[in-house]
């Protein structure tokens, strides 16, 4: 089944929940926060924070995060969805919403009075990668969000390649196509390794 940003946001939702969340401090190093993604929709994920911890502190001054969510048994077995984007704050008016979702969250806010410690935050900007280990081979996606400018990263071999395929035996995805000249590189299945680039005897492999 072919998915779209949509499902991506919806995979880490519903199937993962809890992602480790990188925010940054006052001195400008990463601090990670276990949190559950509680909605999404087309337009970005939905959590909520309690206004008194350090993590909202650093939310509202850099208005950015970056996190990772994995789901699997085993390193073979696993799906990892990763995001960094803008986030801003909805408030405590949305509250409702997520509880209904994710109704374990009464157990922990268990009177109204206690909910009113928190307030929902919305990744509403931003661009994310799909890693699934669990086929073969590989199978990698990038999607963006909110309008965030898609950025072409990776492996790419340029018009510079003389059809040598040194690069091929170096590939542990074998996802090199040799069919034409320039080789091609199948971005859909590729490790980001690097063997290709460092083995290419005329430098026609560039990171971008």
């Given amino acids: 089944m072919d998915m779209n940003t949509k499902d ?3 995979y880490l939702v519903n199937e993962i929940h809890t992602a480790v969340v990188a925010t ?9 926060a276990a949190i559950d993604m509680m909605d999404s929709d087309g337009n970005g994920l939905y959590f909520l924070t309690a206004k008194g911890k350090g ?13 990772t969510a994995i789901k699997g048994e085993t390193t073979m077995t696993s799906v990892a969805v990763s995001i960094r ?3 801003r704050e909805l408030g405590y008016e949305a509250i409702s919403m997520l509880f209904e979702k994710n109704p374990y969250m009464r157990e922990i806010y268990p009177t109204e009075e206690s909910m009113h410690a928190l307030t929902v935050f919305h990744i509403y900007e931003g661009s994310g ?3 699934d280990l669990s086929k073969k081979p590989i199978e990698r996606a990038s999607f963006t969000f909110g309008g965030a400018e898609r950025k072409t990263e990776g492996y790419f071999i340029t018009d510079a390649c003389i059809g040598c395929r040194s690069c091929v035996p170096v590939c542990p995805q074998q996802c090199i196509c040799v069919d034409s000249v320039p080789l091609v590189i199948d971005q859909a299945h590729c490790l980001h390794c690097g063997n290709c680039m460092e083995v290419c005897p005329v430098s026609a492999v560039e990171k971008r």
Avoid at 24 to 32: A, K, Q, R
Avoid at 55 to 67: E, I, N, S, V
């Fill in 8 to 10: 991506y946001l919806a």
């Fill in 55 to 67: 993590f909202y502190d650093r939310l509202k001054k850099r208005g950015f995060l970056a996190l």
């Fill in 85 to 87: 984007g803008k986030v």
């Fill in 129 to 131: 990668e799909w890693f």
């Fill in 24 to 32: 940054v401090d006052d001195e400008g190093l990463p601090v990670t």
